[in-house]
């Protein structure tokens, strides 16, 4: 199997198995974690994801460079016409669920993007990064759109135009990660932040993340009223009474994600 999904209490593992390639995505593993993200997605017993790489080398190396030019370009495209982007968590899947990716070693091309595409991203010290598609000749596309609003543009063009790989604490440095952790702590770290994250609310984890992402494209005033617009929503909740009657009763609140 190129995806190893699992789910153990309220957390969802998606592991990048390939490790022979360095877990470079091959067209069977792009499905497979596609669909790995809409169960995600639509599974309520689940809250917080984590993404990793399969063996201690790599996160992923990117595109698959064998597959490339064995098949057209656009060969997973099922319509010549119909956008093809939002299938995948990088080209803009909605997912409000939070997402951790877990970063064990190389964190390349398509990799990086995934990483990107995660709301957190802790690393293992051995981790290194970077964008060496144009090494190969080949443009990034939806990391070049991602990687600026992340680590600001100077930082993204040196990674995309230059191509070379970055180490673990360069990428913390300019803000792609959240944290550096010795190699052999990184699941436990990163099993800690998603515990963390599941004992909050877990709608107004959504909605926050919802308003925090949406507003990226919105005026001001028009991410507000529809922020507004969600509070009420989150606040009809039984969640929403939970958290200030445990504060009241001195107890820790027990959410339902209803
Ligand atoms: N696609 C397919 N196979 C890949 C791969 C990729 N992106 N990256 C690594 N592999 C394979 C290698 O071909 C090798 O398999 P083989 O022994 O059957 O030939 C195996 O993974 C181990 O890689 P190797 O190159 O021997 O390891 P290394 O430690 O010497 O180098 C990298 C690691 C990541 C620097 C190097 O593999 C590399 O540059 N990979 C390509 C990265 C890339 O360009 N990604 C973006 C694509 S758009």
């Not at 436990?188 to 994250?197: G, I, K, P, V």
Request: glycine letters at 8%; charged letters at 25%; one cysteine or more.
């Amino acid at each position: 199997m190129p995806l190893l999904y699992e789910k153990r209490e309220r957390i969802a593992y998606i592991t990048l198995n390939r490790p022979e390639a360095l877990n470079a995505f091959s067209a069977e593993q792009h499905e497979q974690l596609n669909a790995a993200w809409h169960d995600f997605r639509d599974d309520d017993s689940v809250w917080v994801a984590i993404v990793t790489g399969a063996g201690d080398r790599a996160f992923s190396a990117g595109a698959d460079v064998k597959e490339m030019g064995q098949r057209p370009a656009d060969a997973r495209r099922r319509s010549f016409w119909e956008t093809w982007f939002g299938n995948s968590l990088q080209t803009g899947l909605e997912v409000w669920k939070p997402s951790i990716a877990a970063i064990n070693g190389y964190c390349l091309g398509e990799g990086l993007t995934l990483a990107l595409s995660c709301d957190f991203r802790i690393a293992s010290e051995r981790a290194s990064f970077g964008f060496p598609e144009v090494n190969l000749g080949i443009a990034t596309i939806v990391g070049a759109a991602r990687a600026p609003k992340v680590v600001g543009l100077g930082n993204a063009l040196e990674l995309l135009l230059i191509g070379e790989r970055i180490d673990a604490q360069r990428a913390y440095d300019m803000g792609l990660l959240m944290r550096v952790v010795p190699h052999e702590r990184l699941m436990a770290e990163a099993e800690a932040l998603a515990q963390r994250l599941c004992r909050n609310g877990p709608l107004a984890v959504r909605a926050t993340k919802e308003v925090a992402v949406r507003s990226q494209q919105l005026p001001f005033g028009d991410a507000v009223r529809m922020g507004e617009s969600l509070r009420r929503i989150v606040n009809q909740s039984e969640d929403a009474r939970e958290g200030p009657a445990a504060f009241r009763e001195k107890r820790t609140p027990e959410f339902k994600g209803r």
